[in-house]
C-alpha cells in the first residue's frame, strides 16, 4: 500500500522560507523519480521540482533559484527547501512519483501561505 505523508507547510511572509518534507513507503521511493506538485485555488496542480533515483534534479521555471528538492535514500523522504517565498507560491504541495496522473493515489498535502 502506497503511503505519502507531506508536512512543514505554514504561514510565512514574503521573502522568508519552509522546509517541506515527504514520508513515502519504500516500493515507491527507492527507485522512483519523485516530485513535488502544488495546486492553487481555481488552478491545475503543477509540477515544482523533480529528482531522479540518481539525484538528477530539475525545476519549473518559476521557482528555478529559490527552491531545492532533495531526498534522502534511508529514511525514505523527500524534501522541499523553499526560499525567497512569494504569495503567488501559495498552495497546497503534495509529493509523490514524477509520473503521478490524477487517478493515482495522492497524500493530503501541505499547505503553503505567503503573505505579502
Known amino acids: 500500500q502506497v503511503q505519502l505523508v507531506e508536512s512543514g507547510g505554514g504561514l510565512v511572509q514574503a521573502g522568508g522560507s ?63 527547501q523553499m526560499n525567497n517565498l512569494k504569495p503567488e507560491d501559495t498552495a497546497v504541495y503534495y509529493c509523490n512519483k514524477r509520473t503521478a496522473s490524477a487517478s493515482d493515489y495522492w497524500g493530503q498535502g501541505t499547505q503553503v501561505t505567503v503573505s505579502s
Open 18 to 80: 519552509l522546509r517541506l518534507s515527504c514520508a513515502a513507503s519504500g516500493s515507491i521511493f527507492r527507485f522512483t523519480a519523485m516530485a513535488w506538485f502544488r495546486q492553487a485555488p481555481t488552478k491545475q496542480r503543477e509540477l515544482v521540482a523533480a529528482i531522479t533515483g540518481g539525484g538528477s534534479t530539475n525545476y519549473a521555471d518559476s521557482v528555478k533559484g529559490r527552491f531545492t528538492i532533495s531526498r534522502d535514500i534511508a529514511k525514505n523522504t523527500v524534501y522541499l
